[in-house]
């Protein structure tokens, strides 16, 4: 595959480099310094080779492995996945110092910190307060340069979709630590939600052409897959992400890429490698509850329909999301639970109300809520606006598809396209994003191209919704065998 290079590595390559070669020592040099001199010290010297002289290192007993405090407080300040027993314990820590010293800024950063990262895990918005409080107090005490405040504060405005705080954090971050690689990702993180893939490419560039320790390597290859992923290099991407979950130095951390590589593997329809990845997992990290979403969308699709409610409501059991919620909904209706189905919606909606209560943008889950299952012109109104504020490409496909439902398809193609076509932005090749572009063009009676459209969800995943999969198959009977002859005039 021609895909250019990112720093010194390829897409598909690992980023995992050969050791260092060690610096030689400088004893050794002043003994070959001795060795010339004359014989009897060169005897002397000789003895003093490496082998001879690490006898006490060798026996030095080795350091103890860090506990669940250290662990957690490594994980939160660069931004990798920590387990959530340790970020308890770390939050009950910090608590207990910033009482103990309420002008230790460093102190109060790292416990806005652990908020966040908590809130991530458990989908417990009432986190993000208590966060934005914390990392508040610490920038107060030390002012404006304070790097760890300020990456806290970038890590808490993507927690809450807030892409454009998040992006003005970020690169006040960068600009004070510009060697630090854990600035890097979450700057990405905000260009990506505000649909600068250009920007998110080149700071990716400067992230891989850092020099990073052999711990962090996990962390830079799973952002670097995020980016490939986007750009629809998708075989890059999993193999980035592999290598990350092999070199992962902690069991929440390897069941965080665990689950992603199982992502990977869900959207391309590949079930078998998806199940495996999510149940590793989950094996790795029992509170891992975006394996435990993604099992159950698995479970779904391979018509495992009762082992995939007991999934769903375990996995919600554990973090009460609102976008899942919204799946489960789905999963009853495609079956004909009625009833059940709209007792999820309408949890579904309490729970992004709930959560948007504590300042996260949840107009994306509200806007496909009201347009597949409440007022379709309620969702163009919030997704419009949503639009408006941060462009990203899931944004675009579900205003495009919003209109559709209200009856504006030639506007709705307009973002079917920017969602779907990689000149505006849309490599990431997915299967929902195609089917809603080919039933708003089957609506405009643009039938090659809504047909291509349709095929082309269905290869990538036969079984992508319970809901829409179906109704992709049934437009592509109406639509019929392409003709022989002439391709249609829309076709190219």
Do not use: C
């Not at 590595?9 to 060690?22: I, K």
């Not at 003895?47 to 250290?70: D, I, K």
């Not at 207990?96 to 790292?110: E, F, L």
């Not at 490409?393 to 396209?417: C, K, M, N, S």
């Amino acid at each position: 595959m021609a895909n250019r290079q990112y720093g010194d590595s390829q897409p598909g390559t690992s980023l995992v480099a050969e050791p260092t070669p060690r610096r030689p020592r400088r004893w050794l040099g002043r003994a070959l310094l001795t060795v010339v001199a004359g014989g009897a010290a060169a005897g002397a010297a000789l003895t003093l080779l490496p082998q001879e002289v690490p006898q006490r290192a060798r026996h030095r007993p080795p350091a103890p492995a860090p506990g669940p405090q250290a662990r957690a407080l490594t994980a939160v300040t660069t931004g990798v996945p920590a387990a959530l027993p340790d970020l308890t314990e770390l939050i009950t820590r910090q608590e207990s110092g910033v009482r103990a010293r309420p002008a230790d800024a460093r102190a109060w950063a790292v416990l806005g910190a652990a908020y966040v990262a908590r809130a991530r895990r458990t989908a417990d918005a009432a986190d993000l307060p208590r966060a934005e409080r914390a990392l508040g107090t610490s920038l107060k005490v030390r002012g404006t340069k304070n790097a760890e405040a300020l990456a806290g504060l970038t890590a808490l405005a993507n927690a809450r979709r807030d892409f454009p705080t998040a992006k003005r954090y970020g690169e006040q971050a960068l600009k004070l630590t510009p060697k630090r690689w854990s600035a890097y990702p979450p700057l990405i993180d905000a260009y990506n939600g505000l649909g600068d893939y250009t920007a998110a490419r080149n700071t990716l560039d400067r992230l891989m052409a850092l020099r990073t320790a052999p711990a962090d390597r996990p962390a830079v290859m799973a952002r670097a897959s995020a980016v490939y992923r986007d750009r629809g290099w998708r075989e890059d991407a999993a193999a980035q992400l592999a290598d990350a979950a092999a070199a992962a130095g902690t069991p929440a951390e390897q069941a965080a890429y665990r689950a992603g590589v199982g992502q990977l593997a869900w959207e391309r329809g590949e079930l078998p490698e998806a199940l495996r990845q999510f149940t590793e997992a989950l094996r790795l990290d029992p509170a891992e509850a975006t394996a435990g979403v993604g099992k159950a969308r698995t479970l779904a699709a391979q018509g495992r329909t009762a082992d995939a409610l007991t999934a769903y409501r375990t996995a919600l059991s554990k973090r009460p999301d609102a976008g899942a919620t919204l799946e489960l909904a789905e999963l009853y209706e495609s079956v004909n639970r009625t009833q059940d189905a709209e007792t999820q919606y309408g949890l579904a909606g309490e729970r992004a109300e709930r959560s948007a209560a504590d300042g996260v943008d949840e107009e994306l889950v509200l806007g496909r809520l009201e347009a597949d299952h409440g007022d379709p012109q309620e969702a163009v109104t919030r997704l419009r606006a949503e639009y408006g504020r941060q462009p990203g490409i899931e944004v675009a496909d579900a205003l495009g598809w919003a209109l559709h439902r209200t009856g504006q398809d030639e506007e709705a193609l307009t973002f079917a396209t920017t969602a779907t076509d990689k000149a505006k932005g849309g490599g990431v090749r997915s299967a929902l994003h195609a089917f809603h572009r080919g039933m708003i063009e089957f609506e405009l009676e643009r039938y090659g191209s809504a047909r291509r459209h349709l095929q082309d969800a269905l290869l990538v995943n036969p079984a992508f919704s319970p809901l829409w999969a179906p109704e992709a198959r049934a437009a592509l009977t109406e639509l019929g065998d392409a003709e022989d002859g002439s391709l249609p005039a829309d076709a190219l």
